[in-house]
């Protein structure tokens, strides 16, 4: 079974910062397009950000200039620094290998 293992995220008081980072195994790391989708509460998932494997970045408008989505070739992790936290943030966010392979999510709320 792929795995695709998440760490970060938590409890953070609006304004804070986090960052949630991803292994992924090798294979999967060099020909993937990695990246993170979000789901809150009563919503759809949806697209926060994703890499390319030439570095190429895509983001949600609502996290535009506030997160940003780096990866690291040598050790197959993908990680995501949001910064300038909003209560509206507050999501499971699901590590995405080419949109076929999942993380098992990982909490992030955001206090008011």
């Known amino acids: 079974q792929v795995q695709l293992v998440e760490s970060g995220g938590g409890l953070v008081q609006a304004g804070g910062s986090l960052r949630l980072s991803c292994a992924a195994p090798?294979?999967?790391?060099?020909?993937?397009?990695m990246g993170w989708y979000r789901q809150a509460p009563g919503k759809q998932r949806e697209l926060v950000a994703d890499?390319?494997?030439?570095?190429?970045?895509n983001y949600a408008d609502s996290v535009k200039g506030r997160f940003t989505i780096s990866r690291d070739n040598a050790k197959n992790t993908v990680s995501l620094q949001m910064n300038s936290l909003k209560p509206e943030d507050t999501a499971v966010y699901y590590c995405?290998?080419?949109?076929?392979?999942w993380g098992q999510g990982t909490q992030v709320t955001v206090s008011s």
């Open positions: 995405h290998a080419s949109n076929m392979f």
């Open positions: 890499i390319s494997r030439d570095g190429l970045t």
């Open positions: 090798r294979w999967m790391f060099s020909i993937a397009i």
